[in-house]
Structure formats: structure tokens, C-alpha cells
């Protein structure tokens, strides 16, 4: 999806950040969990599918870059979300990919927007599924506020204001979005 | 683009188009991760009720829906009851009815008279899922065959797939011989024309005679159960000659592709229809088939226990 | 009160070809007088037929009436009341009881439970062997005498063809006519809808379509043999059809009823396993239907019967392969076969014929006919009546109609036994 398009109802307002905007984001990121953990922890990155799944793998080779080799993972959040059947069933669930084992690791749980927070609690049980990590740790590109859950990220790209009206969206190439951007919209009839 | 499933209930394969298919086959890929995992379960179907109402004796088919509901984190509860017609006093309405009372969202019913998961479907508002109406349909032994032969052949489109033996009193054949059909696979069977249902040829299916011929150059070879009451009601004449006539042995395999893979919907006669050799032969894929099982009936409950009675 | 006049109507008599605007007047449960030039005498009970087709009785040759031993399904007085309402002033009910119809006994308890119903009148078929068996024939000489009509193991062919051939001779000494089910059992043994593709879809054993026919050549040939009438109930396939042709053509004394369901639905409404599908002979195929049609038409086919099959609940809100066969066609006949006038199959006279006089020629029963001095069974028809098939408002107990929910034009008015008035329908037409 373009941010041209396919945004029924919402009106831009704003770019958060564009290509640029966003690398450097990364990067900076990428330098705070390098300065958090001693070199020898056993860190596994893990992505939200999809959005946090294609961030956690640039962070993963960024850390390549900085020489910090890491374990990547990504996870499906689907079958425990609190709204599953709230509507009709999604009949798309991505795919989880873990290792067979993920306890004593130190997880970097990836997402893109960090909102009300029920993902990462969907995250964090489904994690607990897998095993008994040593901990987990939350790095988000965006935290928008408004959280329905305490839940906290331990690494953030950048904090923006917005109203609970407002709609906070990441297009990345990966997904097939032209270039990389984060959009703040609005919705068109706040009635 | 985001798919779709529009059924309430899983009635036949009959209902499905090959989207539906398609999207049942991917989603079972997802699930059959679940089965791999260190704690095989998700919370999903928490709250959820699944009656499990097996009318007819079945071990395997409803193991795999108890074990799929399961790992969904469903209230799974079987009942078992003879389903022989108001043997009790006691009718399928009856029985319907009280089901009904105690507001299950999934009803899986399995029983010998065709067309009962369609009459649970008019009296009940949960969905239904059909596991084996008579002679009629048994839609996920057709979805996990198809997902187990999709594992292998990685698509339909030409895929020659030979159904053998008793197609006359098999709902798998029928549900297969619908599914594959609609996939774009031939389909070609053969047995004794006393077990072949009248009319397959205008469901576009080839009929052979002799096993030989639907089996040469086949990419599926897959034999049915035949079951024992089909020699004392005379279709056959007995089990020794069927075996020699139409039996899938490894000299009649060769004839199929050198890739060829063999399957078999359980619980097998060895020696009968199948033979041992073959049944436990490197080109069975029969263990994977009931893998797979597992992971299409939780694609199934999923979708079922979400779906909503008012729409 | 067995006077009556009904006024300005139009006569329709296929007994003599009669078809004009015209009044007719009962007397004493006769017809008197008929015509244009008619004037209602002082103090008779006038009713006014305008709009409306005056005819003689319609006939069902094929009614399960259930009582004895059934009577949760239906009474002689449940049906019957269901006949008068469809516009039957007689039905032959068919002997397959509890207990049979086997014997003197049993055929005086109908006449006479029909007598106090006080209704549509009813015919008795007795049966052909002792207790249905098939294997000995029943005491028919006095059933003959008790009244029955004609003699049948319905529901049971006679699959024995000595049986059957004795069964044709000795009818045939009590001038009785022979109706066959023909259905040879052991093709169609544990067959619950017609064999063919949606028979495999469905998953359903089948009854093959050649159950039907070798029986009735078989028959055919008995009747080459014995020289006997030979009646087939409810014919159902093109081929049997075209055996009654064949026969018909040679001059022997075979005649044939069809259903009005095996004139319009198919086997495919079987794959919704709606129980209401279900009966014997069974749907057939789009060929089968078509067969009927021109049979009808053309005069192979002698009646229309409905093969009213009365079940409750407890045997057809089940499975279908367990369920009976069957279906209730008395209130739902008429319109059907109106309908094919519409379609321009028919003429108006075939159409009364094969509901009216062609059924009282086939077992030599009173009526079907409007001439003077015939028995005042007389049905008066609105052939532009609109309605729905609501099956919660049938006077049968029975509900099990594949054609609930259908539109239906044509309706019986006034259903007049003997001259009295069995039973009258409010014409206010929607």
C-alpha cells in the first residue's frame, strides 16, 4: 500500500519520517542496544509480523555491521490477539519462525508503532509459549501513546503526539511501498 | 489482497471453490507449525466449546479433531452414541435439539447416514463441520489429502492422481474426486465396476476397469479401505480375488511415475486392498496425511468458532 | 339436503365432450338437468358458479388414508376432509394398513368410518395376498363383496410371478382390476432416491429406473397370459411409459396413473437431503419428468393419482436414508394439473379427464360424468384462484409437500358429494 491510496476516510497530516528520517532512526536504536548489553549476550531479535518482522531484520544487520551477531526470529500475533474474533476470522495468520529453543536468551521484541499496546502483550505470551527467556526487551520505530496495557518500550525511535483520531502508519520497501515512510493521518469524519 | 472464507459451516467439498481451497490448504501450513512447537498449543479458541459428535465408530478422525481443538485451546467434548435410528427413542432431531441447548460454536459430527451434517445445519445454530456422512462427503480427509499431495507435487494444474477399489462406498473418494477437480488434478479411477458409483464421467472423471491402466503413469496413487461387509452383500466375490485383481502392490506401482506417491485414507487392510510392501514402502506418504490431519482441522475449527450465526 | 343448483358456470364433462356456460341442477344426489336454458327451482340452495368451470368429481386412484392402525398419520376423516379440500369427491385408499386390508372385516371398518366422515367418498383397494406377503391370495371374493375397487400389494410388488398371475386371473373372475407398485425389490433393495449422478453425489444408494421397467414388462406379459386388467401405480420412467405405450397399442387392457410430483421435480432436489424429496418410486430424472408430460398428454397415461403418503414428524424429521417415503398430494393435485393447461399441454377437458373421468374408467367407479342421471359427485373449480402452499394449513395431518411455499393457481370451490357440499373455499382471491 502507497500512502496515496487505499486510506479510505483518512487524510494525511503529516510525515513523521521519511527515508532518511528512518535509517537514522535505525541507526540510532541500533547504538542504544549495543551500549545496553555487554558484548557476549546471547541477544535474539525477534519481529511482530510484518512490519516489526522487516525492522527487525534491518536491526539485525545493523548489528552485523557494528560487529554484534545476532539470532533473528519473527512471530504471527494472530491467534493471540484479544480481538480475534471480534469481526469476521482472519483467515491470514503469518508465519512464527523461533528457534527450537529460546530460554536464557535476551529477546529484543520488534515492532513498528507502539500503540495501546495489546500486540506486545499478545507478543509476550506467545514468547512465553516458546519457552523461558532470560528477558525481553520492547524496541519500537514509533510510540504514538495512548496505551490501554502497562506496557513501556525499553527502546524508541521517536515519540510523537497524536489524538486516539489519528492513524500512525509505516510503509517500508519490503512490504512493496515505494520508498520508506511513516504517516500520520486523520480521519476524515471525526463524528 | 485480503482473502476471504464465506462458509458457516463445512458441510462437503461441494460448497468450496478452489479459493476456498487454497486458502483453507495455506492456512493449514501455519498450523502445522503449532504441532512443531515446544508447547503445542495457542490460547486461540479460549471460551470456545467444540462438540465432537461421533454417531458412527471412529477413533482417528475424531483423535485428530480432539487434538486440533485442543492445541486451539477449545473446550473439546465427545459424544458418542450409536446414531442407529431411534434406537434409544431417542431421534437426530432430539439429539440436535439438546446439542443446540448448550450453545456449542462447533458441532463435528460423524455419521453413517449421508446428509446428517446438512440436517444439523438447519436445526442447530453452530457451525457445522462435516467429519463423514455416509457414503457422502468426508471434506477434511479431502483438504488434508490435497495439502499432503500439494507438500509433494507442489501444484495441481495436470497432477494424474488414481482413486482405486471401493469408490462406490467411500466418501473420501467422493470429497477427494470433488476437491482435486476443482484444483485443476485428473482424476482416473478403477475397481470392479460392482464398487464404482454410477456417473463419475460427468464429474469429469476418467473410469478404467482394470487398476493397471488408471495407474500407469499416475503422480498420486491412492487405494481405498474395503471393507469387509462388501464380499458378504456380494459386490465381490471375495477378498483374495479382489486382492489379486485390484490390490496396490509394487508391481503394479511401477507402473506409475518413478516419483509417485501412495495413499491410503486409513485404517488399511494390509494385503487387501494395499500391500504391506507398499503400504510401509518409501513412496507412502500415508503418516503424513494424518500429520496434516491435525493441522487442517484446527485451519477448520479456527475459521468455524469465529464465524457469526447472525451473518 | 341432496338438492342443489349451481348457476352459470362452465360445464366441462369429458365423459360426453360437454364444454358450454350453463347451470346444473342435483336432485336427490343425482344429476337432473344441465344447461343454458335452466331455470333453479323454488326453495333449492343456489350457488353461484360465474367465473367458475363446473366438472364431474375428481378421483384420486391413490390415497394412503392410514386408518386402521396409523391414525397419529391420518383417519378416514382426516383424509377425507383433505380431499373434499383439494376438490376430490372420492378416493381409493390403498389397503397397506394396520392391519392390512387383507380381508371382509377390514374393508367394512373403511366404508364404514367413511360413512360417519360423511366427506369425500372412499373407494377401498383390498390386497392382492394374505397380510401383503406376496405369498398366498387373499380372501378377494369377499372384499369383492364388501366393496373394494380393485386389488393391490402397494407398497409390496408382487415380485412372485405366479403370484402375480393368479392374482390377474382371479381378479379378473370378480371383475376387479389389478394395480401393481412395480418396483422389482431386489434391484432396488436398499435404494432410497433414483440411481443415476446425483445419486452418487449425494452419497445415496439408488433404485435404478430399471426396477420399474422390468417389472411392468414383465406384468405386461401376465397380462398377454391372462387377458386381465392390469392397472400400474404411479408410473415414474420414460421407459415404463413407453412399455404401457407399446402395450396399449397391441389392445391389451393395461392402463397407468402418474403422480403430479413425477411431473415437475427432479432427483437433483435430493441433494439437499430434504426428506420431503423422499418417495417411492422416487424422483427421476429432467428425461423421466418429460416422459410423463407427453404421456399424460397423449393418453398413455390414463390419471393423475397423487400418492398421498401421510407421515409425521417422527418419520420424516430424521435422516434421510432413514426416513419413509412419500409425500401428501391431495390439497396441492389440482392446481399442479391445472397449471399444465397453462403451459399448453393440456387442454381443459384432458385435464379434468385425467383427474375425473379417466380415473372412474380405470376401476368402473360411480361418477366422472356430468350427465343426467349420474351421481352428483361434482367439483366447481376457480381456474384463476391464487395461493401459496402452506402446508401448516392443509386439512391432512400429514406436512410432509416438497411444494411448501409454492404459488399456485387454481383452486377447488365447492366440492359436492352427492349433492351435498363437502367442503367450501372463500373466494377472496389475493
Known sequence: MTPSEGNGGLVERKVVLDVVGIENTLESLTRELIEAHPPDTDILVVGIHTGGAHLASRIASLLAKNGVSVELGMIDITLYRDDVFIGLPRPEVGPTQLPSSIAGKTIILVDDVLFTGRTVRSALDELIDYGRPHCVQLAVLVDRGHRELPIQADFVGVSIETTRQHSVRVYLTESGSPEDRVILYESENRS | MTRTFKHRHLLGIEELEAEDIFLLLDLSERFLEISERPLKKVPTLRGKTVINLFMESSTRTRGSFEIAGKRLSADVINQSSSGSSSSKGETLLDMAKNLGAMNPDVVVVRHRAAGTAHFLSRHLDASIVNAGDGMHEHPTQALLDCATIRRHKKQFEGLEVAILGDVSHSRVARSDILALTKLGARIRVAGPRTLLPIGLESLGVEVFDRIESAIEGADVVMALRLQEERQRSGLIPGNREFSRFFGVDNSRLALAKPDAIVMHPGPMNRGVEISPEVADGPRSVILEQVTYGVAVRMAILYLMAGSESTE | ?430
Open chain 3, 1 to 430: 339436503m341432496t338438492d342443489l343448483y349451481l348457476q352459470r358456470g362452465r360445464l366441462i364433462d369429458p365423459s360426453s365432450g360437454l364444454d358450454q356456460e350453463g347451470d346444473l341442477l342435483i336432485r336427490e344426489g343425482r344429476i337432473e338437468a344441465l344447461g343454458p336454458d335452466l331455470t333453479p327451482p323454488e326453495g333449492i340452495r343456489v350457488l353461484d358458479a360465474r367465473d367458475l368451470w363446473i366438472t364431474p368429481g375428481l378421483i384420486d386412484l391413490h390415497v394412503h388414508l392410514r386408518e386402521p392402525g396409523q391414525e397419529y398419520k391420518e383417519t378416514i376423516e382426516s383424509g377425507c376432509r383433505s380431499a373434499a379440500a383439494g376438490g376430490f369427491t372420492a378416493v381409493c385408499s390403498m389397503p397397506n394398513t394396520t392391519p392390512p386390508n387383507d380381508s371382509r372385516a377390514v374393508t367394512e371398518y373403511i366404508l364404514r368410518q367413511a360413512q360417519i366422515a360423511n366427506s369425500a367418498r372412499v373407494y377401498p383397494l383390498g390386497a392382492i395376498s394374505e397380510g401383503q406377503k406376496g405369498e398366498r391370495l387373499a380372501e378377494i371374493g369377499e372384499m369383492a363383496e364388501a366393496g373394494i375397487c380393485a386389488l393391490t400389494d402397494d407398497g409390496f410388488p408382487v415380485m412372485d410371478a405366479l403370484l402375480m398371475r393368479r392374482a390377474l386371473e382371479y381378479g379378473r373372475t370378480f371383475g376387479l382390476t389389478l394395480c401393481q407398485h412395480a418396483e422389482d425389490s431386489c434391484l432396488s433393495k436398499g435404494g432410497v432416491m433414483n440411481e443415476g449422478i446425483h445419486s452418487t453425489r449425494a452419497g445415496l444408494r439408488g433404485i435404478p429406473a430399471a426396477a420399474e421397467t422390468t417389472m411392468v414388462e414383465r406384468d405386461i406379459r401376465l397380462v398377454e397370459l391372462t387377458g386381465a386388467h392390469y392397472h400400474v401405480a404411479h408410473i415414474s420412467t420414460s421407459s415404463a411409459v413407453e412399455a404401457v405405450r407399446q402395450a396399449k397399442a397391441r389392445g391389451l387392457p393395461v392402463t397407468c396413473e402418474v403422480t403430479p410430483h413425477h411431473l415437475y421435480l427432479t432427483d437433483h432436489r435430493c441433494l439437499t437431503y430434504d426428506t420431503s424429496t423422499k418417495m417411492n418410486p422416487p424422483l427421476r430424472t429432467d428425461e423421466d419428468v418429460e416422459a410423463m408430460r407427453v404421456g399424460l398428454a397423449d393418453g398413455t397415461i390414463d390419471a393423475v393419482a397423487t400418492d398421498h403418503a401421510p407421515h409425521s414428524s417422527i418419520e420424516k424429521d430424521i435422516e434421510f436414508e432413514d426416513a419413509a417415503f412419500g409425500i401428501v398430494g391431495l390439497e396441492t393435485a389440482l392446481p399442479l394439473v391445472l397449471n399444465l393447461v397453462q403451459d399448453g399441454l393440456l387442454t381443459e377437458m384432458q385435464a379434468i379427464d385425467r383427474l375425473s373421468t379417466g380415473p372412474a374408467r380405470i376401476y368402473q367407479l360411480p361418477g366422472g360424468s356430468l350427465q343426467i342421471g349420474s351421481v352428483a359427485d361434482v367439483t366447481v373449480i376457480d381456474p384463476e384462484y391464487r395461493w401459496q402452499v402452506d402446508p401448516e394449513a392443509f386439512e391432512s395431518k400429514g406436512r410432509n409437500t416438497p411444494f411448501t411455499g409454492w404459488n399456485m393457481t387454481g383452486r377447488a370451490i365447492f366440492t359436492v358429494v352427492g349433492g351435498q357440499v363437502v367442503h367450501e373455499q372463500e373466494r377472496t382471491t389475493s
